[in-house]
Structure formats: C-alpha cells, structure tokens
C-alpha cells in the first residue's frame, strides 16, 4: 500500500511565496517521474511542473520562472517552490508519482492542498 500526503498549502497575497511538499510511505522499491497539478474550480486538472529520475524537469508555460520542482529520493518527497504567486494560480494542487510498489509500476495521487492567492 502506497500513500502520499501533501503540505504546504494555504493563502498567500499576490507576489508571495508557497512550498509545497508531498511524501510518499509504503512498500515502494522504485521512484519515477513525480509531478505536480492543479485544477481550479470549473477547469481541467492541468500538469505545472514534473521532474523525471534522472532530474530532467517540465513547467506548464504560465509558471516558468516563478516555479521549481525537487525531489528527494531518500525521502521519497516532491517539492514545490512557488515565488511571485498570482490570483490566476489560485487552485487545489495534487501531487503525482509514478511508482513501483510490489511487482507493478503505477500513478498514485496526493489528496490534494488548496492553494489560495488573493489580497
């Protein structure tokens, strides 16, 4: 059984910072790609940032540059620093990783932290 538990979120004026962190527990042998998402009320889940095992990194175009993913492996843990945060980045963030857990590699998902930009 894997489980993922996300923190980190919470309200923030425009132009503040937020880092977010999500970690995995359970029987997991390997880590691949660990991602982060987000959906707004209204909107699709959309992909912002993931990173690959080898540390190669992805962002959504509306967050390049104010935005970084990490992992650590040795604690299984994604993070998400977030800088001069928007109203339009307002959304509940979820956290992605690809993982192999017994003899199946599969996507398991965060529970979710609200993320709320607003003055």
């Known amino acids: 059984q894997v489980q993922l538990v996300e923190s980190g979120g919470g309200l923030v004026q425009p132009g503040g910072s937020l880092r977010l962190s999500c970690a995995a527990s359970?029987?997991?042998?390997?880590?691949?790609?660990m991602g982060w998402y987000r959906q707004a009320p209204g909107k699709q889940r959309e992909l912002v940032a993931a990173?690959?095992?080898?540390?190669?990194?992805n962002y959504a175009n509306s967050v390049k540059g104010r935005f970084t993913i990490s992992r650590d492996d040795a604690k299984i843990t994604v993070y998400l620093q977030m800088n001069n945060l928007r109203p339009e980045d307002t959304a509940a963030y979820y956290c992605?990783?690809?993982?192999?857990?017994?003899?199946?590699?599969?996507?398991?998902w965060g529970q979710g932290t609200q993320v709320t930009v607003s003055s």
């Open positions: 992605k990783l690809s993982i192999m857990a017994g003899p199946n590699v599969g996507d398991y």
């Open positions: 359970g029987s997991i042998f390997r880590i691949y790609v």
């Open positions: 990173i690959s095992s080898g540390g190669s990194t």
